[in-house]
């Protein structure tokens, strides 16, 4: 059975169990208050940024999906549940660590932060300059569109900020960029492609600082 949201998954399971999904999903909520709530491999899923968590209804547990490196990383206070590389089950008759639940969530939240923090891709040409990097960290809705870009695109968005003479300018530059890329933009509007992939145009370029 495929569900439009997890309000339609809640309600398909039995009774019982219920309960301990509203639990589980408020307890997520909490401790992600900025993650948006989905439905990802028929299952309920949690994502910001990238997705954190997800958890599914079984006969006789209740398995909790937070990847394999925060089970890890919470292995001592996961002890007495039985888990996989990928999974926590909770048992049905038994009530759900709250607590637990919500520092391995938000261990996730700072872990996919952390990931995207270290992941900003260069260009085909050019590396990153630090302007920009700071400012793609500072946003992670256009860091993920960044990234998500072709090499080649990024080089585009690079040389369009970097091959400006004023501050000023390439400061207007770099946030045109931003809101461009929440837009969903792959490359500056009217911008005729990255010169210094010409070599009949290299020698104009010899003094600008990339």
Request: overall charge positive.
């Amino acid at each position: 059975m495929r569900f439009k949201n997890i309000d339609e998954y809640h309600a398909a399971q039995p009774a019982e169990v219920q309960d301990l999904l509203w639990q589980l999903r408020l307890a997520i909520v909490q401790a992600a208050p900025m993650a948006t709530e989905t439905i990802s491999y028929g299952m309920p899923a949690f994502r910001q940024n990238k997705m954190l968590v997800y958890y599914s209804a079984n006969k006789k547990h209740i398995g909790f999906y937070p990847t394999p490196g925060a089970i890890a990383h919470f292995e001592l206070e996961l002890k007495s549940f039985s888990t996989t590389k990928g999974a926590i089950h909770f048992m049905i008759n038994k009530p759900l660590p709250i607590d637990l639940i919500q520092k391995i969530v938000e261990f996730r939240v700072t872990e996919v932060e952390n990931s995207l923090n270290r992941n900003v891709l260069s260009g085909v040409l050019h590396e990153i300059p630090n302007d920009m990097k700071t400012a793609l960290h500072a946003n992670a809705e256009a860091r993920e569109v960044w990234n998500a870009l072709t090499p080649i695109q990024r080089n585009e968005w690079i040389c369009w900020v970097t091959i400006v003479k004023q501050s000023e300018t390439r400061a207007e530059h770099i946030q045109r960029m931003i809101e461009e890329l929440n837009e969903g933009k792959r490359k500056p509007c009217c911008w005729p492609g990255c010169p210094h992939r010409r070599s009949s145009a290299k020698k104009w370029f010899k003094n600008i600082d990339m």
